[in-house]
Every structure is written in structure tokens, then in C-alpha cells.
């Protein structure tokens, strides 16, 4: 009977209830603070509730309340993974997605509940608001602000094993501030963690100074010491941001880009009877867009499936027709093959999501093959060795990752492009290493069609916005279904939209000037670009060794006969 404790004890029923109700509602204002919601401010406030839910009570409950924090905050904003069209694996997807990365909030709100000072007592399961503003309270504001600060840390290291575990998913906090440019201007320093950091560390002082000041009335002047330090974090963070986007781009060359977006639905690029219907609708886009004598046309990824393999005469003569004419430079999306080694007869292959460069004569001078492949859907996990798992993959045809950055140089105009496919753009650590001193831009090519007119667009989109910020330079992206456009070096969209129109998913085309370095000059490296995710591994670094500590600590009055 023991493990119905609470069916006897309705006060603590009810503070149950409004416990899970403050976690789910907090995984939901996470949610809506990014695309299409956007309500960015929320993201201030979420974090710190999460918490507020979970301390003080047992670690079977403070797991449960982060999961259901979690849960909330991966499914709503991922609802577009509903929208691949195979209805089954769609759901699979959602939950599989939304379950697994759940799992990531939960190790947060742990860390955070472990680490907290050793006055608290973490085991006392009918705490509630009062007795955690007591508890806050008893602690010196020295052990509060360190508090806050790990709790902002262990938020980073979350974010840092998102994005390397089973290949990565990025779901960065800080992306959610896109539009506030003078803070994001931090990520050519931090990375997109330094901005998650911020926020996770005003909400997490914000909500423990509301909680204790409320039910004690002090005053206002108290209050506001118990958030100074990430206030004035923050304030100098902004003015720097101010500073960096008082900077112009560098003057004088630009490069005229015509990006083609053909908006084909993913069952149509899947129909083997619509390859004619594709490629034709690809032409008189490009016809189009090449009345207006671009020096660069750009098709999106997987343009042409499988181009290597059908690169028949025709295909060949309707390409060298759009360039030659006008001495344009193409690059677009296409799948690519080559034979292993010692593979015998018939030889066996390695199939590529690849991206080409093509001469204005017409010629093939380059090819990148994607080096960061999605998980169950261009690969899956041990599927070399067992064979059966293949089934489960989205694609037909799994691939194999490409060998390293290609950079794609023009010669006339001159212009150096670093090319990443698909979702590569939203790997922060991954881009920096495409970027060399003298590369004008990054171009990514992409293809969400698979999730219809969705929020899918939108994420992708300013996930990939802090890659220029961070590097430095300009990031162009050509997509088959939204979002076609351009970032400068500051996280600005341009060309967002088709002229006249507010519409992002539809077919068409977009013209873009994007600055280029001047001839023989080099570009000023960001910190970020120069030293990496060393604010992240910091973070990583500060949360083991207060985890550590923590249990030592545990260790030592558990010794002397006391308990926390």
C-alpha cells in the first residue's frame, strides 16, 4: 500500500496535479516561442517554470516532470514530421522524435535538481511554492547566482550532445531569437549556444526571484540584485551586438544568383513517370530566371535524383542550352555513384546525395558529396552489417557520406562557394569547417517538400541563419519548397518572399546580388569561426565538474550522518 501514498493525501494530489500542469505548460511556451509562432519571449519564462515544477521532490517524480516538459516541447513545434507522405511512418517519426528527445530535457532538469545547493532538501516530496521560496531563501545569494549559472551551463552541454548523438538533431534555444539581431550578434563568439545560455540563465534567476520574493515582499531593490548578474550579462551582450552590426559588409563585387524553386510535391520527385514533367518544369523556371542574365542559376537538392546515372544526351543538351547561351554558371542537386575498390564483377557502388558545378561551356568541373547524412532516412545504423534493418528506411537506396568540404570556384567572376546539403546547415561545428579565409559564401541546397507548407520551412531556415552569423560571411539557400533565400554575414533575411507576394512554398524563382570579397582579399576570421565550440565544451566541462562536486559533497554528509 505503500505506493498509493497519494491516493490518501488529496493536498498532495492536487499540488501533483499542479505540478505536471506547470511542466506541460512550460514544454508548451518553449514550443511557441519558435517558428511559425515565433512568441520569442516566452522562451525567457519556460525554462525557469520547468524548474519551479520539479524541485524539491523525489527523483522518480523530477523525471517525470521533466518528461512531460519535454514531450510537450519536442511534438508541438515537430508536428510537421506528420506531413512525410508515408502516413505510417510519419507517426512513427512524431513520436519516436518527440519520445527520444524528451529524454534530453529530463537529463536537464536532473543535472539542475542534483546540482542545487545542499541546503535544499531534494527528497522532501510534499514540498511546495512556499516551501521552495523558503529554501531559495536559506541560501546565501552567492550560492542562488551559481545556481542559475550551472542550470544555464547544463542547458549548453544538453544542447551540445543534440547535436553529435546518433548523428545529431540541433534544437537550439537560442534559435528562437533570430529576429533580436543585436543579441545574436554573440553567436560570432559563442556559437548559438552563447544565446541559449543568456536565456536560460535570466529565466532560471527570474523565476527563483519572482517565487521567493513574492511570498517574502521584499523589496523591489532585492529583487532586482537576485537578477542583476544576467541582466548585466545580457546588456553587455547587447551592446556588443549594436557594435558588430554597426560593421558593413565588404563594398564593391556581388554576384548575380538566380535560385530556382520548383515547389514539387515529395510523391511527385518519388514518381518514375514525372521525371520528364520534373525536368521540364526545372527548364522553364531557369528559361525565366535567366531573362534577368544572372552569372550564377542555382536548382535545389535532388533536382534530378538520379542525374549520373540518366545523364542522357538530352538532359545533357537542355542543361548546356540554359548555360552556354548566356555564360552562366549552374550549380544543382542530383544523386551520384562510384564503384568500390576491389568490389568485383559487376563492380559493387556507393551511391552520394550529391551537389555538381557546371561550367558555362556545359562541362562538369566539381562535385560535393554530403558528408552528414539523416539517420534512418539516407542511412541507417548498422544497416551494412544487417541487412533486414534497410526496410525501415525512408529511402529506397541508403548513401554513403562523402569524403570532406569541396569548395566550388568560379573563375569568371571570381567567387569562392562552400556547397552543404540539406539539413548540414544547422550543424554549427560542421559548417565552420567548410568556411576557408577566402570563401565569399555558403550556398545550401535543400529539399523540404517532404513536409508540405509547414513550420518545417521556417526552422530550417533560421536554424540556419546563425551559420552566417557565426562564420562571418553570407549563407545563400536554393530549396525546392521554401524558404529561398539569402542571409548576410549579421543573420538578415533577404529575398524571403516571391516579388509581390507573401508566399514562401509556391513555384518560381528569386534573384539575389550576394557581396563578394574583394579580389586577393581575405576575411577576418569570427572567435567563433577561429576556436570553435569552445563557449560549448566550457559548459560541458562546468557541469561535470558541478555533478561531481555535487556528489562528494552528497558523499560527505551522508557520512557525518545527514541527508539532502
Not at 162 to 184: D, E, H
Not at 462 to 469: C, T
Amino acid at each position: 500500500m505503500a505506493k498509493l501514498w497519494w491516493l490518501k493525501e488529496p493536498a498532495r494530489q492536487i499540488l501533483d496535479w499542479r505540478r505536471y500542469t506547470l511542466a506541460l505548460g512550460a514544454g508548451l511556451l518553449l514550443a511557441l516561442a519558435f517558428p511559425k509562432f515565433e512568441l520569442a519571449w516566452l522562451a525567457w519564462l519556460a525554462p525557469g517554470l520547468i524548474l519551479i515544477s520539479a524541485l524539491g521532490q523525489p527523483t522518480r517524480k523530477v523525471l517525470l516532470l521533466g518528461y512531460a516538459a519535454g514531450v510537450v516541447q519536442y511534438l508541438v513545434p515537430f508536428y510537421w514530421l506528420l506531413r512525410i507522405p508515408i502516413p505510417v511512418r510519419a507517426v512513427v517519426a512524431w513520436l519516436a522524435v518527440g519520445g527520444l528527445m524528451a529524454l534530453y530535457t529530463v537529463a536537464w532538469v536532473w543535472v539542475c535538481c542534483r546540482c542545487f545547493p545542499k541546503k535544499f532538501a531534494q527528497d522532501n516530496s510534499s514540498s511546495g511554492p512556499a516551501e521552495l521560496a523558503d529554501s531559495l531563501l536559506s541560501l546565501s545569494w552567492r550560492q542562488r547566482a551559481v545556481w542559475a549559472f550551472t542550470c544555464a551551463a547544463a542547458w549548453v552541454a544538453m544542447e551540445m550532445g543534440i547535436a553529435r548523438i546518433l548523428t545529431g538533431f540541433p534544437y537550439s534555444l537560442g534559435v528562437s531569437q533570430f529576429t533580436f539581431l543585436p543579441l545574436i550578434q554573440i553567436a560570432s563568439v559563442t556559437g548559438v549556444y552563447g544565446v541559449s545560455f543568456l536565456i536560460v540563465w535570466v529565466s532560471v534567476a527570474l523565476a527563483g526571484a519572482t517565487l521567493m520574493f513574492q511570498r517574502h515582499r521584499a523589496s523591489h531593490r532585492a529583487w532586482l540584485a537576485e537578477v542583476a548578474p544576467p541582466l548585466a550579462a545580457l546588456a553587455g551582450v547587447v551592446a556588443f551586438g549594436f557594435t558588430r552590426l554597426a560593421d558593413t559588409e565588404p563594398s564593391g563585387r556581388e554576384l548575380k544568383v538566380a535560385l530556382v524553386q520548383p515547389a514539387i510535391p515529395q510523391y511527385v520527385i518519388w514518381d518514375p513517370n514525372e521525371k520528364t514533367n520534373r525536368f521540364n518544369k526545372l527548364v522553364h523556371l531557369s528559361e525565366q530566371a535567366l531573362a534577368a542574365q544572372p552569372e550564377l542559376l542555382v536548382w535545389p537538392e535532388s533536382a534530378l535524383p538520379n542525374f549520373m546515372t540518366r545523364y542522357n544526351l538530352a538532359i545533357h543538351h537542355a542543361i548546356t542550352n540554359l548555360v552556354l547561351p548566356h555564360k552562366t554558371w549552374m550549380i544543382l542537386g542530383a544523386n551520384d555513384f562510384r564503384a568500390r575498390e576491389n568490389s568485383g564483377d559487376p563492380p559493387q557502388v556507393d551511391w552520394f546525395n550529391s551537389s555538381f558545378l557546371v561550367h558555362p561551356k556545359g562541362e562538369l568541373v566539381a562535385r560535393y558529396h554530403k558528408r552528414h547524412l539523416v539517420v534512418f532516412g539516407e542511412y541507417m545504423p548498422l544497416g551494412r552489417w544487417f541487412s533486414f534493418l534497410n526496410r525501415f528506411r525512408t529511402l529506397d537506396r541508403g548513401f554513403k557520406s562523402g569524403d570532406g568540404p569541396v569548395q566550388f570556384q568560379l573563375t569568371e567572376p571570381k567567387a569562392k562557394i562552400a556547397v552543404l546539403i540539406c539539413s548540414e546547415d544547422v550543424f554549427p561545428h560542421l559548417v565552420r569547417e567548410y568556411v576557408e579565409a577566402d570563401t565569399d559564401f555558403l550556398l545550401n541546397l535543400t529539399n523540404d517538400g517532404w513536409f508540405g507548407d509547414s513550420a518545417a520551412q521556417w526552422q530550417h531556415a533560421v536554424d540556419a541563419l546563425f551559420r552566417a552569423v557565426e562564420n562571418g560571411l553570407p549563407l545563400v539557400r536554393c530549396t525546392n519548397n521554401g524558404l529561398t533565400c539569402w542571409i548576410d554575414s549579421h543573420g538578415r533575411l533577404h529575398e524571403v518572399y516571391f516579388p509581390g507576394t507573401r508566399d514562401i512554398y509556391g513555384a518560381g524563382f528569386k534573384l539575389a546580388r550576394i557581396p563578394l570579397l574583394p579580389v586577393g582579399e581575405k576575411r577576418p576570421p569570427t572567435f567563433y569561426r577561429q576556436y570553435g565550440d569552445w563557449f560549448g565544451w566550457g559548459c560541458v566541462v562546468l557541469t561535470a565538474v558541478m555533478l561531481i562536486r555535487n556528489v562528494f559533497q552528497r558523499g560527505d554528509r551522508v557520512v557525518n550522518g545527514t541527508r539532502t
